[in-house]
């Protein structure tokens, strides 16, 4: 039972990436201003 499912580790994967981006856009936002 060490092993992780492909679909956990790509949701995982997902929800990194789109929170870093969501990040990155209102980091971006607030120095336009």
Do not use: C, F
Not at 4 to 28: C, F
């Amino acid at each position: 039972m060490g092993t992780i499912p492909e679909g956990m580790v790509l949701r995982l994967a997902t929800d990194i990436s789109s929170r870093r981006s969501n990040t990155n856009r209102k980091l971006y936002q607030e120095w336009i201003r």
